[in-house]
T-cell receptor, first 113, second 112 residues
Framework: DTGVSQNPRHKITKRGQNVTFRCDPI?????LYWYRQTLGQGPEFLTY????????KSRLLSDRFSAERPKGSFSTLEIQRTEQGDSAMYLC???????????FGQGTRLTVV | GESVGLHLPTLSVQEGDNSIINCAYS??????FIWYKQESGKGPQFIID?????DKRQGQRVTVLLNKTVKHLSLQIAATQPGDSAVYFC???????????FGAGTRLTVKP
């Protein structure tokens, strides 16, 4: 499977715990995006990487959120001190260059209890 | 923004009919548009895209129309099949802008 891969698919955590999600983009894609999607809504942009550089962050990305892409390949999204409002589907997408189609992974569904 | 829960616009069509899903985009500077299909529990799946220098683009069973004057995008699906049942999102972005903005989505239900 050469698509975008996300792990885990589901995560249930207690409020206040830290969680980390992983995204493996399509191998030749330089651009990597993180989105968040709540039920009944379209995906909302969180952050974007060009290779290993994080070039843009949404205001939605509070200081409890951090994303990395250390070698320009896979990326991680960490949420510290999770809150119930963090419950959502976290989607990763990658594209080969600007203004080309972004391909999404299956997402990680986070439930904070 | 505030969540509106599950109250997505819905479109119900009979199998074999043509479907038209509409989207009003927000930014007149947007120059690249994409339609995505999302099935329950899955990530969005690319369907078709169009750039602002075009007003129509056709794929297999799908056609996207772009009207920049009124900032309107539509997706036409020919001979709709049960497997087309999903939520459809339009997304807009600008050249060199990394923030691809999604619309609220339309739920398409195909009746056999």
């Amino acid at each position: 499977d050469t698509g975008v891969s996300q792990n885990p698919r589901h995560k249930i955590t207690k409020r206040g715990q830290n969680v980390t999600f992983r995204c493996d983009p399509i191998s030749e894609h330089n651009r990597l995006y993180w989105y968040r999607q709540t039920l009944g809504q379209g995906p909302e942009f969180l952050t974007y990487f060009q290779n290993e550089a994080q070039l843009e962050k949404s205001r939605l990305l509070s200081d409890r959120f951090s994303a990395e892409r250390p070698k320009g390949s896979f990326s991680t999204l960490e949420i510290q001190r999770t809150e119930q409002g963090d419950s959502a589907m976290y989607l990763c997408a990658s594209s080969i260059q600007v203004n080309t189609e972004a391909f999404f992974g299956q997402g990680t569904r986070l439930t904070v209890v | 923004g505030e969540s509106v829960g599950l109250h997505l616009p819905t479109l119900s069509v009979q199998e074999g009919d043509n479907s038209i899903i509409n989207c009003a985009y927000s930014n007149s500077a947007s120059d690249y548009f994409i339609w995505y299909k999302q099935e329950s529990g899955k990530g969005p799946q690319f369907i078709i895209d169009i750039r602002s220098n075009m007003d129509k683009r056709q794929g297999q069973r799908v056609t996207v129309l772009l009207n920049k004057t009124v900032k309107h995008l539509s997706l036409q699906i020919a001979a709709t099949q049960p497997g087309d049942s999903a939520v459809y999102f339009c997304a807009e972005t600008q050249y060199n802008n990394n923030d691809m903005r999604f619309g609220a989505g339309t739920r398409l239900t195909v009746k056999p």
